[in-house]
């Protein structure tokens, strides 16, 4: 459960330009979780959440970019681990098969990390398909796999 909310919690911060844990708190209820301030300042501590200043001026949730070797934190690591079972890559593209119902999750994961050559991502129930830029850019992708999901 934990990890599933921590998922959706980086799914809202992306689409969302939320400031506070009460609007963190009010967004993860609101799809269905029951969570408190106290459970949301612990997902922000595990993500390493910061806040940056948004387009309009005000300050925003976001992954910090500097936490980790890869982009990747270790509670997003924590994810990939629960959650995908194999991946591998035809030319530029990388699908991943996941537990079912996670393949969105490991989307927004993937989304949220910025990773520059990833152009997009798209999931199903079980499996995600992810688009590069180039064959290698794919390959050099399921060698960080690789490395986080030992």
């Given at each position: 459960?934990?990890?599933?909310?921590?998922?959706?919690?980086?799914?809202?911060?992306?689409?969302?330009?939320?400031?506070?844990?009460?609007?963190?708190?009010?967004?993860?209820?609101?799809?269905?979780?029951?969570?408190?301030?106290?459970?949301?300042?612990?997902?922000?501590?595990?993500?390493?959440?910061?806040?940056?200043?948004?387009?309009?001026?005000?300050?925003?949730?976001?992954?910090s970019r500097s936490a980790t070797?890869?982009?990747?934190?270790d509670r997003l690591i924590t994810?990939?681990?629960?959650?995908?079972?194999?991946?591998?890559?035809?030319?530029?593209?990388?699908?991943?098969?996941?537990?079912?119902?996670?393949?969105?999750?490991?989307?927004?994961?993937?989304?949220?990390?910025?990773?520059?050559?990833?152009?997009?991502?798209?999931?199903?129930?079980?499996?995600?398909?992810?688009?590069?830029?180039?064959?290698?850019?794919?390959?050099?992708?399921?060698?960080?796999?690789?490395?986080?999901?030992?």
């Open positions: 459960m934990k990890s599933k909310r921590q998922s959706v919690l980086l799914k809202l911060i992306e689409k969302y330009d939320i400031s506070t844990q009460a609007e963190l708190t009010e967004f993860l209820n609101s799809e269905g979780f029951n969570a408190t301030q106290a459970t949301v300042s612990r997902d922000i501590k595990e993500l390493r959440l910061i806040k940056a200043v948004s387009s309009d001026g005000k300050s925003k949730y976001v992954v070797d890869y982009g990747f934190s994810i990939f681990r629960e959650s995908v079972l194999s991946y591998d890559n035809a030319q530029n593209i990388v699908v991943l098969k996941t537990m079912p119902g996670l393949a969105s999750a490991a989307c927004s994961t993937i989304d949220s990390m910025q990773w520059g050559d990833v152009v997009g991502t798209l999931a199903g129930d079980d499996t995600a398909f992810l688009v590069l830029h180039t064959t290698e850019a794919a390959e050099d992708f399921c060698k960080n796999l690789s490395k986080m999901l030992k």
